[in-house]
């Protein structure tokens, strides 16, 4: 019953109370069971699915979790319950990427939980489940350093991992995540290291294009700023095609720097002026080049 309650303020919270009551409650229900029991085990992951969802909770609270998880484990396992061992291995993955983004948890670890996760998750019976696995897994092979001659094969496997999630994720009935995973698709591919930069930059310029079927100046006006000019740096880099005359170059740059404007006018008015100084150099260096090629 303790379990019940919890999981209803936690799934419908009203307020931060509500998960810290959540929290209460589930240590509650574990100080009444014995700790072989399979119950106390789905509760200790119930109650590490809590913790990382306070927003107050910070580094202690993941480092909580991921100890309710890496307990809990053992007992799943035994009691072969494929799913939720799988679901906790999503989560525990989801909480070293909070710990590894603070520099106290290895980005290797929790893509190593994500994988493990898949071994059950798969695209055609947990759609929703395998899309959000792909994500993040794309997000952790982004987010380890350039430091390695390994690094163009995970720009390559966040690529593929992008590409996955839009098997599950489509734009008519997740049209807002469709335009997100576009987006994340296309600065994958276009700061992809590869030996056909041209091939990974025209894939670029057309994930953009299908955010921009979504992402407008009126409803997402930043998501929709933030996508012209990731364009517009794309065609502004866009390496030249050896069958392709000079006027090809110039007019890439033109129409990058219309892209730019539009997003800088945007930027301005919603008062971010680290974007719109990156803008006004990036159109400075353009019309600089667009003035010696005349």
């Not at 699915?49 to 609270?61: C, F, H, K, S, Y």
């Not at 009691?79 to 061992?85: G, I, M, T």
């Not at 690529?159 to 469709?178: A, C, G, M, R």
């Amino acid at each position: 019953m303790l379990m019940e309650i919890a999981m209803g303020m936690q799934s419908r919270p009203r307020q931060l109370e509500d998960l810290q009551r959540a929290v209460e409650l589930y240590r509650r229900a574990l100080s009444l069971l014995d700790e072989g029991a399979l119950l106390h085990a789905r509760i200790q992951a119930r109650l590490g699915t809590a913790l990382q969802a306070l927003p107050e909770g910070g580094r202690q609270a993941l480092r909580e979790a991921c100890a309710c998880y890496e307990a809990a484990l053992p007992r799943l396992q035994a009691a072969r319950l494929p799913a939720e061992e799988a679901e906790l291995h999503l989560n525990h993955g989801l909480c070293l990427q909070g710990l590894a983004g603070q520099g106290v948890a290895r980005i290797q670890d929790a893509i190593a939980s994500y994988h493990r996760a898949l071994r059950v998750f798969n695209r055609e019976q947990y759609a929703q489940e395998y899309a959000i696995l792909h994500n993040n897994l794309a997000v952790a092979y982004l987010a380890i350093p350039v430091s390695d001659e390994r690094a163009p094969m995970r720009e390559a496997l966040a690529v593929q991992s992008f590409e996955e999630v839009l098997k599950v994720v489509n734009l008519i009935d997740h049209p807002s995540e469709y335009a997100m995973i576009q987006n994340n698709l296309g600065n994958a591919l276009q700061y992809a290291r590869s030996g056909h930069p041209l091939d990974n930059r025209l894939r670029a310029l057309s994930a953009y294009d299908e955010a921009l079927k979504v992402r407008n100046a009126s409803d997402t006006p930043l998501e929709y700023a933030n996508t012209l000019a990731n364009k517009a740096n794309v065609l502004r880099n866009l390496p030249q095609d050896p069958q392709q005359a000079e006027s090809g170059r110039a007019s890439a740059l033109r129409s990058a720097r219309k892209l730019y404007e539009e997003a800088g006018e945007i930027f301005a008015r919603l008062s971010r002026e680290d974007a719109v100084a990156v803008v006004e150099e990036a159109l400075a260096d353009i019309d600089t080049e667009l003035g010696g090629a005349d």
